[in-house]
């Protein structure tokens, strides 16, 4: 018989690798996986092209009678197996991912409002179970009897450090300095903002990566599915 599916909720600071081990977990376990920061920085673009967030402000008004129009998914590509964000049904996976988005996605995500509306969206991914979703909060608000939750956590050098290789890689010209700041600040938005703040379920199993390697985390992962799975009635 085939195991009973479960929702899988990985939370942790920015930049600490969850994206990659949850994406990489889901693929082993068969589950849909899902970006809940995608999601964020989907409205944030939104919103960056609007005028409604710029480095200096944000309208929050604007912002939260715009949300009836932002429509966000997720489409897979046939090519690489690979999930892209749609924003109202253009590809916007790789725009997301800059600077400059993420220079202005923490106070985007501390609006409450946009909080709400996102969080039903993410619940309603996770009606039939069989998910694997990554985020702040996913633990906390989204999914609070999620069956399996993990709180991802590393240094905030050794975060700044990974960030700066990969948009190096993605051929963003940007330096440590700038990167290490970028999270750093988000770290502070994240953790102090009044809705849904970012921190560990009593419940979540605590994963410190500074010193794992990629494979290290996938087999840690993999066993405590295993593990949870096997008590499932
Ligand atoms: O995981 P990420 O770095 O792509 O997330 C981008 C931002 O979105 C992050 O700075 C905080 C916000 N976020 C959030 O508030 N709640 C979530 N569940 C996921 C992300």
Redesign the pocket.
Known sequence: MADKKIIIAIDGF?SSGK?SMAKQLAKTIGYAYID???M??AVTLYAMRKGISTPEFLDEERLVAELPNIEIGFKVDEHTGRSRTMLNGEDVEDIIRTIEVSNQ??PV?AVAEVRRDLVRKQQAFGLGKGIVMD????GTTVFPTAEMKVFVDASPEVRAKRRHIELAEKGQDVSYAEVYKNVCE?DRI?STRKESPLRKADDAYVLNNDEMSIEEQNEWLIELYNKIVSLQK
């Open positions: 920015s994206s809940s920061g995608a964020y920085r996605v923490s995500s985020g702040r909060d996913i988000r994240d």
